[in-house]
């Protein structure tokens, strides 16, 4: 499935917090938001699903305005792993997991065999089977993320978004979710910090500064040391992994310049 963001623009009490974006990311493929603190990244994921209603410009699927979309219909077919995703309730991990299935069902009805498969599958490829009969309330941070993603996977839809997903992931769990989202086939759109694993995980990377897109393209292509200096303020060396040939950025700790905004610096290469 086709997602476009047309236009779109979010202002809130009279400043924009995303500036008339538009970015394409073709069907299966893997594209990284990238950029500062407070650059609109979370804002525009917000608005893909719908959590946030954009004040200009559409989300479209495959050509059709999700606003048009009842909720239900919306929900199978993009499914969100958010900052914001906490647990008020002690349910299981199972148990929370199967709540991926709930755009799919009626009402109350038990889970098929093929929906208990899909949600073992799920735990098995996030690493929490066996974690099933515990409490999400007693995990650890990285634990409840990985059965949060379980549960978007469980969702089954065809495209995937997810903000920060590797927050509290170590080092391991990292790879392994960011592995299984560039094999998963599903159009992905996530937002990552850590630009050497957004360089190794996407197909592209769209820079966000300040709420205006001010640079798209494949990873070599954005991750230049003149875009890192005056995006994010450091100065990093870019060099190619030696096993995969991804850019990678070795960072100095010399003195950051300031960031820069597009009014006063224009566009980026």
């Keep these: 499935m086709r ?112 929906e208990r498969e899909l949600c073992a599958r799920a735990m ?47 080092v391991r769990h990292q790879i392994e979710l960011l592995s299984l989202l560039r094999g998963s086939g599903l159009t992905v759109l996530v937002v990552l910090h850590d630009l050497n694993l957004a360089a190794a995980t996407c197909n592209r990377l769209a820079v966000l500064l300040e709420g205006s897109l001010v640079a798209v393209g494949d990873p070599w292509e954005v991750l230049t040391a003149e875009l890192v200096q005056r995006v994010f303020g450091v100065a990093a060396t870019v060099v190619p992994h030696p096993l995969t040939g991804d850019p990678q950025l070795l960072y100095s700790l010399s003195p950051a310049s300031p960031v820069p905004s597009p009014a006063s610096e224009g566009s980026l290469p």
């Design 3 to 114: 997602l476009q963001l047309r236009g779109l623009t979010v202002e809130v009490a009279g400043r924009a917090l995303v500036r008339e974006l538009d970015l394409d990311v073709g069907s299966g493929e893997v594209v990284g938001l990238v950029g500062p603190n407070g650059s609109g990244k979370s804002t525009a994921l917000r608005c893909v699903y719908r959590a946030l209603r954009p004040t200009h410009g559409a989300v479209l699927l495959d050509g059709e305005d999700s606003a048009r979309l009842r909720l239900r219909d919306s929900a199978r077919r993009v499914a969100a792993l958010t900052q914001e995703n906490g647990a008020d309730l002690d349910f299981t991990v199972a148990e929370t997991v199967a709540l991926g299935r709930s755009p799919h069902q009626q009402g109350n009805q038990p889970l098929t065999t093929r």
């Design 124 to 170: 098995h490829q996030l690493d929490v089977a066996h974690l099933a009969h515990r409490g999400v309330l007693s995990l650890s941070g990285g634990e409840r993320q990985r059965v949060l993603a379980a549960r978007a996977l469980v969702q089954e839809p065809r495209v995937l978004v997810l903000d920060e997903p590797t927050n509290h992931l170590d």
